[in-house]
């Protein structure tokens, strides 16, 4: 299974992005999907995740109401809509398998990931 991270980028503080990640190998339809994020210095952390199931949603306090995470099953594709951006929510972010309610990923290898950067 492979999952590509797209859509980072440079952003003022208060601005929106929206993050992509394309699943191949698998499908929507059997693997939950969560998002990661390192900042520099930091450890990887969830950041949301969505079931494959029922499209329960999980999201970490930092991002609760800011982030927002879908999925479109006939594209194989989850997003990660990104508003009111702060700085401290720059970081790469990567995707992976993973599922409510802990949001774990499932497996131990990442991609590159996007970077998000939030200017101040």
């Known amino acids: 299974v492979q999952l590509q991270a797209s859509g980072g980028g440079l952003v003022q503080s208060g601005g929106s992005l929206r993050l992509s990640c394309v699943v191949s190998?698998?499908?929507?339809?059997?693997?939950?999907i969560g998002w990661f994020r390192q900042a520099p210095g930091k450890e990887r952390v969830g950041v949301s995740c969505?079931?494959?199931?029922?499209?329960?949603?999980v999201y970490s306090e930092s991002v609760k109401g800011r982030f927002t995470i879908s999925r479109d099953n006939s594209k194989n594709t989850v997003y990660l809509q990104m508003n009111n951006l702060k700085p401290e929510d720059t970081a790469i972010y990567y995707c992976?398998?993973?599922?409510?309610?802990?949001?774990?990923?499932?497996?131990?290898?990442w991609g590159p990931g996007t970077l998000v950067t939030v200017s101040s």
């Open positions: 992976a398998r993973a599922s409510p309610p802990h949001c774990l990923a499932r497996d131990n290898t």
């Open positions: 190998g698998s499908t929507l339809d059997y693997d939950g």
């Open positions: 969505i079931s494959s199931s029922d499209g329960s949603t």
